[in-house]
């Protein structure tokens, strides 16, 4: 079976909710909508407080090149553009709306049909998807109307769906593989039409056989899109990690996935870019699972964006009494949050609660150099040299030895026996070249 060449790890899978259908989340009382869910500039609000809007209007619009149009995700009256303190302790621009029935804007459909077949050109595509505000909805937030758009030296002959999910308890992809197979079938050959590309893969890691089984079924009516089985291996997910298990090619070191010929969308994205093409549906609810071994129960919700991550918990029987850590995402890539108290947005994939048990950072010892780091990097880093050089703040060294090719995927702290905390100074290492790049630049 298919997978990536250099490094990877093996963590416990723990889909604790892959048998669990999607449950909606009630509507709030106040949406508080974030204006900075995407990478890049936040939106700029186009509302005004007292203003009454309508499920699928536009709230605020994108500023700049990557940055995303937003959509108020309920109906009800603006009560104020102000900030919030987000699960990190960051102020953060939102709008808030006092909800009032749910009133939907005329142009979006509703009826609940499915709608097959698509006729617009590439680039009205594209305008949708951008209008519609559609990101990468693996994390990464990233527009997908930019990513269709490649530099124009790179010829894309295949687009790549990343139905992996090869993150620890996460299970909202695999879900929707096998509750809107259809609609994701239609949404590749959207993509496929505005890529103008004739081959589409959708790679899914062999855990997920009943999602890879309903895909095969419908792939087997359609023209040049085939499923691939991958082999469980973290992070296969990453699109540098994809690309090669799929089809042997690699994104050299500071080039963009694109120069390969390839365009990777994840497979929540693609059903969101089906609603926004055959549905006039911006961007406004959110798959996600709320997982832990100590929960009563687990579960696969469609919440509105802006709606409480407090209150989706709080529908399985809120979070455990022995909870140590909160997770938004899963252990290997997601970030600890601070508070439950926070909104859902485009960046909401799933809450993971680890318990006090297993959440304890425990002492770290010396060096061993067992060399597991280096073995388990899929980046083919240094990591235990990169943990070093930014002990010693030296960034022109990490510059050099490539630590912008790191994707924070944590193989590196997960194998290592004596727990140095590599994630975290690679990290800090990483924001800092980063940021020294920029001031070169400008
Ligand atoms: S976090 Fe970075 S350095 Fe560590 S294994 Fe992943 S890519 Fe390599
Ligand atoms: S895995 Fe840990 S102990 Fe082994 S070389 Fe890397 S940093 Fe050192």
């Known amino acids: 079976m298919k997978t990536f060449k250099i490094g990877g790890v093996h963590p416990h899978d723990n889909k604790l909710a892959a048998g669990r259908r999607f449950e909606p989340v009630p509507l709030p009382k106040e949406a508080i909508i974030q204006l900075n869910q995407h990478i890049g500039a936040p939106a700029v609000p186009v509302v005004e407080p007292g203003e009454e809007v309508k499920v699928g209007q536009l709230i605020a619009k994108a500023n700049g090149f990557v940055s995303a149009n937003i959509h108020s995700s309920v109906s009800g009256k603006v009560t104020k553009i102000d900030e919030i303190i987000d699960a990190w302790g960051a102020h953060q621009p939102a709008i808030f709306i006092e909800v009032e029935g749910d009133v939907w804007m005329p142009d979006i459909d509703i009826s609940g049909k499915f709608k097959p077949t698509c006729n617009l050109s590439a680039d009205e595509i594209k305008r949708k998807i951008a209008d519609a505000g559609i990101v990468g909805l693996g994390g990464a937030c990233f527009p997908t109307h930019v ?31 096998i509750e809107k197979g259809e609609e994701i079938m239609v949404g590749v050959q959207i993509l496929m039409r505005a890529l103008g590309v004739d081959t589409a893969l959708i790679g899914i890691e062999c855990n997920k056989r009943d999602a890879i089984e309903e895909l095969e079924r419908i792939a087997a009516r359609k023209e040049g899109i085939r499923i691939v089985p991958l082999k469980m291996k973290y992070p296969q997910g990453g699109e540098k990690q994809l690309i090669q298990a799929l089809t042997g090619r690699e994104v050299k070191s500071g080039q963009l996935p694109s120069s390969t010929g390839v365009v990777v969308q994840n497979v929540a994205t693609v059903f969101a870019v089906y609603e926004a093409v055959q549905l006039n549906k911006p961007l406004i609810e959110m798959y996600m699972s709320v997982c832990g071994k100590e929960m009563e129960q687990n579960g696969n919700f469609r919440a509105r964006i802006g709606c409480s991550v407090n209150d989706v918990v709080n529908m399985i029987g809120g979070m455990p009494e022995v909870t140590g850590k909160i997770i938004a995402g899963g252990p290997m890539m997601g970030r600890a949050m601070i508070h439950l108290n926070t909104p859902v947005t485009k960046r909401t994939t799933g809450i993971t609660f680890i318990s006090q048990k297993s959440a304890p950072r425990f002492a770290s010892s010396p060096c061993i150099r067992c060399g597991r780091c280096i073995q388990a990097c899929p980046m083919g880093l240094e990591p235990y040299l990169l943990y070093k050089k930014a002990l010693q703040k030296d960034w022109d060294f990490m510059e050099a030895h490539h630590i912008m090719d790191c994707m924070e995927c944590g193989c590196c702290t997960f194998t290592c026996p004596s727990r140095q905390p590599l994630l975290d100074f690679v990290r800090l290492g990483k924001a800092t070249v980063a940021a020294n790049i920029r001031k070169r630049k400008s």
């Not at 124009?152 to 620890?168: R, S």
């Open 147 to 177: 990513k269709l758009n490649p530099p124009k030296e790179h010829v894309i002959d295949t687009l790549i769906v990343n139905g992996v999910e090869c993150e620890p308890y996460l299970t909202p992809n695999h879900r929707l593989m």
